[in-house]
């Protein structure tokens, strides 16, 4: 077995060109905190919360401190986080003065009392568990009028853009897996929305028995396969990550024409890496190996899906 590993993205759509290169720099910052705690002897679940915390203070990815806003001018945030050990979770959705809701969520988790919280009571739970609410003008990213669109007709139609959710999968020095995954949502989003991140199995899902996974794109589309924990699944199969990434993201376009990518990290400590948008921001850490990062995933870099 091949552990510690640290897979993170920052997220599957059209990066223009003058923002790929503080995406590409962006994950190897994250992947490398997470990598810390990993080799210190931290729990995946540490490690993935670090990594999506170092993500979501990066005011280049909508998550956290770059987040867009709603039609309405606002911020509204989600994230999830579980652990593989355990299956337990933790989840938040449309919180709006919570700088670092992958932090909320990880403890919404440790409470045992509920999974997933929502809105107000989100934050006011926040403050009950000593994490401080910000102004939500700290999380405030590019207004939607600024937001870049890509330079040619890629983009499908119904989709909006951009879809940088940030995730982290991570295997610990004993065995265990986790996955965290933080988003602002998609640009001009009608108030109240909720995409695939923050809901289990879609937007993430970890168990040690299979494997970690975490997808970012197209959230309507991506609920519909249950993607993450479809996953899962297929690695209990025997199916590899890399095999499991490239078939779920056909399926995804070819099932539902949806759109994005997948990070999946197995029990063994195999990697997979798929996305059919443009881009893919990532960054990948095994031991024994450099660094392996960029925008895009080039074809047999992981080994296909044969």
């Known amino acids: 077995m091949e552990r510690p590993v640290i897979v993170v993205h920052g997220g599957a759509w059209h990066i223009p060109a003058p923002l790929r290169e503080a995406f590409h720099e962006g994950c190897r910052q994250a992947a490398g905190a997470g990598w810390a705690v990993l080799l210190s002897g931290g729990t995946a679940l540490d490690a993935v919360e670090v990594a999506v915390r170092v993500l979501e203070d990066n005011p280049v990815y909508d998550a956290g401190r770059g987040s867009h806003s709603n039609s309405k001018g606002e911020v509204e945030l989600d994230a999830f986080i579980m652990d593989g050990r355990t299956l337990e979770l933790g989840a938040v959705a449309a919180v709006k003065r919570v700088k670092n809701p992958i932090t909320l969520a990880r403890r919404i988790m440790e409470s045992n009392e509920h999974a997933f919280v929502v809105g107000d009571g989100a934050e006011v739970w926040a403050q009950t568990l000593g994490i401080p609410l910000c102004d939500p003008a700290e ?72 494997g970690a996974a975490a997808a970012t794109g197209w959230g309507e589309r991506l609920m519909r396969l249950v993607l993450s924990k479809s ?76």
């Not at 990434?245 to 056909?250: F, G, M, S």
Request: with cysteine.
């Open 139 to 210: 999380l405030l990213g590019q207004p939607e009028s600024t937001v870049a669109m890509p330079e040619d007709s890629w983009m499908p139609p119904g989709m909006q853009l951009p879809a940088d959710t940030v995730g982290a999968v991570a295997l610990d020095l004993a065995g265990n897996l986790a996955v965290g995954t933080s988003t602002g949502g998609t640009p001009n989003k009608r108030p109240g929305r909720v995409g695939d991140t923050p809901l289990v199995g879609c937007g993430a899902y970890a168990d040690n028995a299979a």
């Open 231 to 306: 996953a899962c699944d297929l690695l209990a199969q025997g199916w590899t990550p890399q095999a499991a990434a490239e078939h779920l993201v056909a399926q995804l376009e070819r099932r539902v024409a949806g759109y994005g990518g997948m990070i999946i990290v197995d029990r063994h400590g195999q990697v997979g890496l798929a996305h059919n948008t443009p881009h893919l921001s990532f960054a990948v850490i095994r031991v024994g190996e450099e660094m392996l990062s960029g925008t895009e995933v080039p074809k047999g870099l992981l080994g296909g899906a044969g």
